[in-house]
């Protein structure tokens, strides 16, 4: 069947919501409700070693994430990958409702952060197919809506489930978006690690129920987190001192992939060769730590 571009959007809008109520807010079909944050602490920042991720050459899906080698030296430092910001009257146009600012994005409710989500990824989406970056004003409300837990909930599934965001959900990804990543860590990996999660256990639902259109458009959402997440495990240039942000990737919630995988196969559906089995493989060097520590949960 061949949809227009409203009837995409409209579908895009609804899947938001499923994915939103799904992955944070309610059991999803499986039964199973992923944690709202990671379910293990964070790392002390600073410089570390372990493996950047680096995405496979010439796979047009870019579903797969591969460690590279050798380990690197990480620290705290966004880099910057467009030179220029837009002009702060491009931001006014955008927001003539004045809805997104500061204050409102710091304590907005759902229904809010999605609406203001909504306008930003598409300002977003603009400027960055012009080269540019959020201006500030932009940016300080991303910031704020990123935040707190209801505004990093409502940005990611808009920001993840939009059919129509296209330069904005590839690298380069806008700074502003890794700024307020890294500047409350442990906040957005766990809801991106709910996306994740549960766009893959979509996808593999409606694999099963043959479902085309639901399963590219799941299928759209898992491939858009794993392009961030290779980008802020990439390392520009060590030597020289120019560090991604690839300490993010400690608090990516490998536990909660792994339930959504052994659900699954509980339910009876098959795992094997797809594409929950391909995002556990994505994090291979997690996976002994998850296996000691279900080992340890059975012993206590």
Known sequence: ATFSASNLRGMGRERCWIVLLGAVLLPNSLGFAPPAS????????GHRHHFALRPPSAVASASTLLPSQPAASTRLRVVPE???AADEASWREANTEGLCNVEDAMYCGLVEATDMALILSEYMDECNG???KLPQ???DVLRSLLSHQVGAQGFWTTFLTDPELEKCTVAPFDPSLLSALARFPELNMGVLSSCLAMSATEETVYTEDEDDMMRENAAMSRVRVLKLLATITSQPDPEE?????????DLVDYELLLQCMETAEERGLDVEGGVLEEVVGVFPERRPKAGRAAAQGAAA
């Not at 001192?241 to 990737?249: A, F, V």
């Open 130 to 132: 012009k080269g540019k």
């Open 241 to 249: 001192g120019l560090h991604g942000t690839s300490w993010l990737l």
């Open 38 to 45: 990671p379910s293990f602490p964070a790392s002390t920042l």
């Open 82 to 84: 467009y030179a220029d």
């Open 137 to 139: 004003p932009a940016a």
